[in-house]
């Protein structure tokens, strides 16, 4: 990787890039869920329809989600370290519009922008923390990296809930403009760039990959509120399973795919994203509605029901960097498995206990409990995928599971809304209540269902060799289209350097490259 800091000690570079990596994912994450508790604000203040208020949470999970694949292509193609500092401006600057705006029609076309700058933050900020350290360390780093990720995401509601009660529902959106402005030029100045194959972009497999997200998206987002029977939802359903069996059609003749389907014959590749699916469905969905239960049942207010989240939240911040660490030494398969089936214990303990009259006390315990489990698997799913590919597919394992994260999340929510509306309401805490029970225990199940794909995990720890037919070596079309200079950092002894499987010996071309660059 070749880095702008050139004074800098490798140990010092590595340091920067967790640091500035972690404060862009701190961003993103909050955007996710913080706007959740400032509807009700933003909806009086700007006089916003029910349906619109649903949009300025969907038009930014519709382009999010959409363009994450994308946006990974295009920064193995031009650079990841210049698509994560494009993100980052123009996420940076629709944040200040999103505050300006002065109506829920600029407001939702601010956000739609805002996502897609969010999609080109955070698979680049997975692929280049990745690119930055050893494998042997690589785990510890991804552990703090969750931690403020997940941190994020989950405390959106209580950073929201205090902001929209101690300043106004603007200031959501105005924090990211100095963190933006202070992180852009330090980014610029003390991240490597670092990329892909270096080969042409695959337009038809991007094309196929953006009409798959939008149409499974659309119909996740608008099942709900048009009917999972209506022809828009069946019909953008119908079509997102349509262009995703074209895109892994299309990927497996490329040439030089934009995702290579030789990946997925990994199992540590295809379980972590197989959990990481399931595990950002059921916390997604249970912090969408758990909020609202601690609003609506027990009347708090929006800064109130944040701050009940912590007993959950602020274990992501404790557990999470030591589960990075364990990870390197017991491997991620009992982080994941056990983390996971440690969440769904404590959403089941909340489902079982959720009535009428219950105090809050009684709710620390399982919240504590689902705490942990997440904070296992969290980082154990992400350091399991992008260490079962090679330096250069790093940018794709990442955007591949960053995809799966938005998807599962967005699933997560669609799933737990239908589950609501069949069993409960909002016209009372009663009978939100009445929805809830069931609502917690459909999360306990992703959750399970997250830790049974764990269980398919290989054992041992991240370097363990992996049989032969799991994991081969790259397709001799894609090797024969890489540039040797777009991998200075491939071993000269003949394999790649940098993964946590070992896959055989690199190109000829790539050996010899490697060589000279190290003369």
């Known amino acids: ?263 997925f014959r990994s199992r540590a590749f295809a379980a972590g994203n197989a959990a990481g699916f399931a595990m950002f469905g059921s916390i997604f969905g249970t912090a969408f509605f758990l909020t609202q239960y601690f609003q609506t049942t027990w009347h708090y207010g929006p800064l109130g029901a944040g701050l009940r989240l912590a007993p959950w939240t602020v274990t992501l911040s404790l557990v999470a960097p030591v589960a990075g660490a364990w990870a390197g ?44 489990g997440v904070s296992m698997a969290m980082p154990a799913a992400q350091s399991c995928v992008v260490g079962a590919v090679p330096p250069a597919d790093i940018g794709k394992a990442s955007g591949t599971f960053n995809t799966l994260r938005q998807l599962g999340g967005t699933f997560g929510i669609a799933i737990l809304a239908a589950v609501f509306t069949a069993a409960g309401s909002y016209a009372s805490g009663r009978a939100f209540g009445a929805g809830f029970v069931p609502v917690a225990f459909v999360a306990a199940g992703l959750s399970l269902a997250g830790a049974l794909a764990g269980l398919c995990l290989p054992g041992g720890t991240t370097p363990l060799k992996p049989p032969a037919a799991s994991l081969r070596p790259a397709d001799p079309r894609e090797l024969a289209a890489v540039p040797p200079a777009a991998h200075p950092g491939l071993a000269a002894r003949g394999r790649w350097a940098g993964t946590a499987r070992d896959l055989g010996p690199a190109p000829a071309h790539v050996r010899s490259a490697a060589v000279k660059g190290e003369r």
Not at 96 to 125: E, F, Y
Not at 345 to 372: K, Q
């Open 329 to 372: 030494k017991i491997g991620e398969r009992p982080l994941i498995a056990g983390g996971l089936a440690l969440q769904a214990a404590g959403f089941a303990w909340i489902a079982l206990i959720a009535r009428a009259g219950l105090s809050y006390p009684a709710m620390i315990a399982p919240l504590v409990v689902a705490g942990c």
């Open 1 to 263: 990787m070749r880095t702008s800091g050139r004074n800098l000690s490798p140990a010092s570079r590595q340091r920067w890039v967790l640091a500035l990596t972690s404060v862009a994912s701190l961003m993103v994450g909050l955007d996710i869920l913080v706007v959740t508790t400032a509807l009700t604000t933003i909806r009086l203040r700007l006089g916003a329809s029910i349906s619109e208020l649903e949009w300025i949470v969907n038009a930014y999970t519709l382009s999010f989600a959409v363009l994450l694949m994308t946006a990974s292509a295009l920064g193995d193609r031009f650079g990841r370290r210049r698509l994560f500092l494009i993100g980052l401006s123009l996420f940076t600057v629709m944040s200040a519009a999103c505050a300006l705006a002065p109506s829920i029609g600029w407001l939702i076309v601010a956000r739609v922008v805002q996502g897609a700058g969010s999609a080109m933050i955070m698979p680049h900020a997975l692929a280049l923390l990745s690119a930055a350290y050893p494998p042997e360390r690589r785990a510890k780093a991804l552990g703090i990296f969750s931690g403020v990720t997940g941190l994020a995401i989950l405390g959106g509601p209580m950073i929201g809930g205090a902001v929209v009660q101690g300043l106004a529902w603007p200031w959501i959106f105005w924090l990211n403009v100095p963190i933006g402005l202070i992180v852009i030029p330090l980014a610029a100045r003390r991240l490597g760039e670092s990329r892909g194959s270096g080969a042409r972009l695959d337009y038809g497999g991007v094309l196929l990959v953006t009409g798959a997200a939008l149409g499974l998206v659309w119909g996740l987002v608008r099942g709900n509120t048009a009917g999972w029977g209506s022809p828009e939802v069946a019909g953008a359903l119908a079509a997102g399973v349509v262009f995703t069996a074209a895109f892994v059609a299309w990927e497996l003749k490329a040439r030089v795919p934009m995702l290579p389907m030789r990946l």
